[in-house]
């Protein structure tokens, strides 16, 4: 697993959050984006900040579901309000125009306000084609990807070698030895 540690380092000191920055963590499936994300969203909670961690899919499905009982409002509030969204496993589908619209205004608003982390498996320039308005992922990705710490993680999928029946060199566990309390010896 190759990445840039310093980069992470200065992200779980978490100075982005009080300066509204945001994060991309960009890689293959199974190199431990969705982990990393999630350790930030803790790290930054045991801080006292605010966080919501959603994957893209269901997010997109609560807006979605939002305008069927008029809660628009409520939803886009719960999605603003947090010091960190952290928004996993975006791109995995091309968004449809509501959709789009969603993540923009999502973007738009949390701009310099508060900090967004996305993880995605495409890279940044594959996301243009995945919104249906060019110009709404223009402006989108201008406010977000271009001001972001981007984090590319290069490596083998975690999953793969934890998959049943693989054959792994098993490291042996440290032995422990208790330990014995000194004694004296009286004369």
Partial sequence: MTFDRDCVKELFGLGFL??????????????????LASALGHA????????????ADRMFQW?????ADR??????RRLLAPDLLIIDDFGLRRLTAEQ?????EVIL???RRS?????????IDEWIPLFDDPILAQSALDRLAHNAYQLVIEGESFRKRQRPGEKRAAKPLPRHRPSRAPTRRTP
């Fill in 115 to 123: 900090s967004t982390v996305l993880t995605s498996n495409r890279t």
């Fill in 109 to 111: 608003e949390r701009h």
């Fill in 71 to 76: 809660s628009t409002e409520k939803t886009l």
């Fill in 100 to 104: 789009s619209t969603d993540l923009y």
């Fill in 44 to 55: 930054a909670c045991r801080a006292g900040h605010q966080v919501l961690f959603l994957r």
């Fill in 18 to 35: 009080d300066r509204h920055e945001d994060a991309i963590f960009l890689g293959p499936v199974g190199v431990g984006k969705t982990f």
């Fill in 63 to 67: 807006l979605h579901q939002s305008r």
